[in-house]
């Protein structure tokens, strides 16, 4: 079984970067599909960016696109967010999750993280 645990979050003021990290554990993650979500106080759970297992199916949510980017090494067992040009309304707990394939869905995702706290001040 597959087990994430992410980190690399932090507090950072609008218009900063942060990049977030999700490493795996067990010997078949090459053969899963990765994708990040994220929760914010009140708020379900959203989709905001996903890779398939060998990165040629790549999505991002509306609300990150251009300045979000996701990307995998499988030889490192880990699955990257790069965030820039933050703003506030990013704010939220970070997650990663895998799939059998690229989807938006989170119904999709059978393991997840722990989550690792976003926070964009103004």
């Known amino acids: 079984q597959v087990q994430l645990v992410e980190s690399g979050g932090g507090l950072v003021q609008a218009g900063g970067s942060l990049r977030l990290s999700c490493k795996a554990s067990?010997?078949?993650?090459?053969?899963?599909?990765m994708g990040w979500f994220r929760q914010a106080p009140g708020n379900e759970r959203e989709f905001v960016a996903t890779?398939?297992?060998?990165?040629?199916?790549?999505f991002y949510a509306d609300s990150v696109k251009g300045r979000f980017t996701i990307s995998r090494d499988n030889a490192k067992n880990t699955v990257y967010l790069q965030m820039n040009s933050l703003k506030p309304d990013d704010t939220a707990v970070y997650y990663c999750?895998?799939?059998?394939?690229?989807?938006?869905?989170?119904?999709?995702?059978?393991?997840w993280g722990q989550g690792t706290q976003v926070t964009v001040s103004s």
């Open positions: 067990g010997r078949t993650f090459s053969r899963y599909a």
């Open positions: 999750a895998t799939a059998r394939y690229a989807t938006v869905v989170a119904a999709t995702y059978e393991r």
């Open positions: 890779t398939s297992w060998g990165g040629s199916n790549i």
